[in-house]
């Protein structure tokens, strides 16, 4: 059996308050139908309280949701957003220069996500760039274009068996309006330019109005699979986290997956 739960910050209106994120919850095929994932949980739930954390995230499975549903979270609403582009896509006149992801020895992506925080941002180190968005990027044959000191995106590629499913702007940072609609437009250029039809976006914009969408093509907007579970929040609170991911302003990028 394996349980662990990781230990993140995040910013709220100038605040600081503790995320629990349940990594994982294993148990191997014998042992299982017996209790003790369950068991696992509850002690992870009773650390979280005992340590004064204030809300818990995992992701899920769609069929394995009543499992954790049975001890309390429940299901978020964060949008996620597919497009598949029309043929006025390839009119954009846009130029930019993605390049496979590195670690930029200035930290400036480090800077640039810090800078403009969305609510409920997840608080990154460089080492968690390094070790561990950096790894999830490489996994998934990420390509960045970063706008120096300004902004970047993240275009998350996939091999050759599932290219029909296109590709993802798994994450992107932006100071101002101008940057993000700048990063967002080079994103659907630069698919329309390797020949695909399907763009995804990891949320909704920051500061551009999501019809911006709708002049790449046709959008279909889902609902993603995460949980959620509060801790030590008041009801008021956690009802305005519930909002802030539901409306898509709070985000928890693909990369920060635990």
Not at 73 to 94: A, F
Not at 173 to 180: G, K, L, N, S, T
Request: aromatic share 12%; with cysteine.
């Amino acid at each position: 059996m394996v349980n662990s739960t990781t230990i993140r910050n995040v910013q709220w209106n100038g605040e600081k308050y503790l995320c629990g994120g349940i990594a994982n919850v294993a148990t191997v095929p014998e042992y299982r139908c017996h209790g003790f994932s369950r068991h696992l949980l509850r002690t992870a739930i009773s650390k979280m309280e005992k340590e004064k954390f204030h809300y818990s995230l995992l992701n899920s499975l769609p069929n394995r949701q009543s499992h954790y549903a049975a001890l309390d979270w429940e299901k978020t609403e964060s949008p996620n957003v597919s497009v598949v582009l029309n043929d006025g896509s390839l009119s954009i006149q846009q130029s930019a220069s993605w390049k496979p992801f590195t670690i930029p020895a200035n930290n400036t992506l480090l800077d640039i996500y810090s800078k403009c925080p969305r609510p409920l941002q997840l608080d990154r180190s460089q080492s968690y760039v390094q070790h561990w968005v950096g790894w999830n990027w490489k996994t998934t044959s990420s390509v960045l274009y970063e706008i120096q000191e300004k902004g970047y995106a993240v275009l998350s590629m996939l091999d050759e068996k599932h290219k029909e499913r296109g590709v993802c702007v798994s994450e992107w940072r932006a100071i101002d309006y101008e940057i993000e609609k700048h990063l967002l437009e080079a994103a659907v250029v630069e698919l329309a330019r390797r020949g695909g039809k399907l763009i995804e976006f990891s949320t909704l914009p920051q500061y551009v109005d999501k019809k911006l969408f709708e002049q790449f093509g046709t959008v279909t907007i889902r609902q993603s699979k995460s949980m959620i579970r509060n801790i030590s929040l008041s009801t008021t609170q956690y009802e305005q986290v519930k909002e802030l991911y539901r409306l898509g302003q709070a985000v928890y990028w693909p990369a920060d997956y635990f």
